[in-house]
């Protein structure tokens, strides 16, 4: 099942709205087939397993990190394709949330006189499915943040220089988190100060740049910015408010989502539902201050991922957060620490939303 889900990670950030699904054929000790979800979401990891093995799959056990679908949709069932495969067993790590499989694929197999096994290393695939699990349970894409600061909590000194407060080691891992999601997102602020394209660089994986998200209002970002001039090569979405003039857009390879407000600003709730909608899984905000506190205010950071740099600014610098406006502690977002690792000179600590 380990190997099962490395290879399912493979996938991510290419086959949304689809789970990145790994699949593992042993048959005599011998692993006789492999397989994930491919770009775009099809062929799924059982069916890339089941071509592998070939004839062999018969009398096989099947490791599968996500319950295997019962329904007919661009491809058939592939509990189906496990039956007509005749493998003996199959051992699953998480039943599918989803109402269409929601236990019917477990049920299919189980009918088919095949044994069935649920719930190995489920914690490691939740952590992997994240993203598809919190699209159809809570109908929203699952988010990541991540912040870079000094070790004060600063992004930028009192005159705004902010190159660079991370090491380029950080820099270069933080491409390699872009290419694992479905999307970019960041506010008009970024938009607008840093003028960036939100590609991935510098790894051989530009081909796997995902979806570029911007929160914006009232449409600030130029149409001459390297956001919209790369939108026909890298999608770009905007994000904004029902008041927005849309008429210099028209005819832009853009894509133009109208949310709801709240207080002069877009609703953090509406836009991750259309979000979500659109077909979006796993999104990683990498800023400003303003959409960060506005998450964190929602309680819809999923995984906080935060750079330090061993580097001190000062109480006169920029912070890394906006207002939270919060006055008590006990009303403070909390985070249990996940990981915590050094890259180059820099610490990056993993945070997960403590439960509730």
């Known amino acids: 099942m380990a190997l099962a889900l490395s290879l399912g990670q493979r996938g991510l950030g290419t086959v949304w709205p689809n789970p990145s699904v790994g699949c593992v054929l042993v048959k005599d000790g011998h692993v006789i087939g492999r397989g994930h979800t491919q770009p775009g979401g099809r062929p799924h990891g059982e069916a890339m397993a089941l071509r592998q093995a070939g004839d062999r799959a018969r009398g096989a056990t099947a490791y599968v990190t996500l319950e ?19 493998v003996a067993r199959v051992v699953s790590a998480l039943e599918d949330p989803d109402p269409r499989v929601a236990g019917k694929g477990h049920a299919m197999l189980r009918a088919a006189g095949i044994e069935v096994t649920n ?15 919190t699209r159809i349970t809570e109908n929203r894409p699952a988010i990541t943040l991540k912040l870079a600061a000094s070790l004060d909590g600063r992004i930028a000194t009192r005159t705004g220089d902010s190159r660079w407060i991370t090491g380029p080691a950080a820099r270069r891992f933080t491409h390699l988190l872009r290419a694992s999601h479905d999307a970019i997102m960041i506010g008009s602020g970024t938009a607008l100060a840093d003028d960036p394209d939100l590609s991935v660089r510098d790894l051989g994986l530009a081909a796997r740049s995902p979806v570029r998200v911007v929160l914006d209002s009232r449409l600030r970002t130029p149409l001459q910015s390297r956001l919209a001039r790369t939108a026909e090569k890298i999608p770009l979405t905007l994000c904004h408010g029902p008041d927005a003039d849309t008429t210099p857009w028209q005819g832009s390879a853009a894509t133009l989502l109208t949310c709801k407000t709240e207080n002069g600003r877009l ?3 509406d836009v991750l539902r259309q979000l979500a909608t659109y077909g979006l899984t796993r999104i990683f905000c990498e800023g400003g201050g303003q959409l960060a506190a506005s ?47 050094q890259i180059g000179g820099d610490v990056l600590n993993t945070w997960v939303m403590a439960p509730k």
């Open 68 to 86: 295997p679908c019962a329904h007919t949709g661009k491809s058939p069932p592939c509990a189906l394709a496990l039956i007509q495969a005749g």
């Open 295 to 341: 998450l964190l205010r929602h309680r819809v950071v999923d995984r906080l991922m935060t750079f330090n740099a061993g580097v001190a600014i000062g109480g006169d610098g920029r912070a890394q957060l906006g207002a939270l406006e919060i006055d008590r502690l006990a009303d403070a977002p909390r985070f249990q620490l996940h990981e915590s690792r």
């Open 119 to 133: 719930g190995v290393l489920a914690d490691q695939a939740r952590d992997t499915h994240i993203g598809f699990l």
């Open 267 to 269: 609703s953090i709730p």
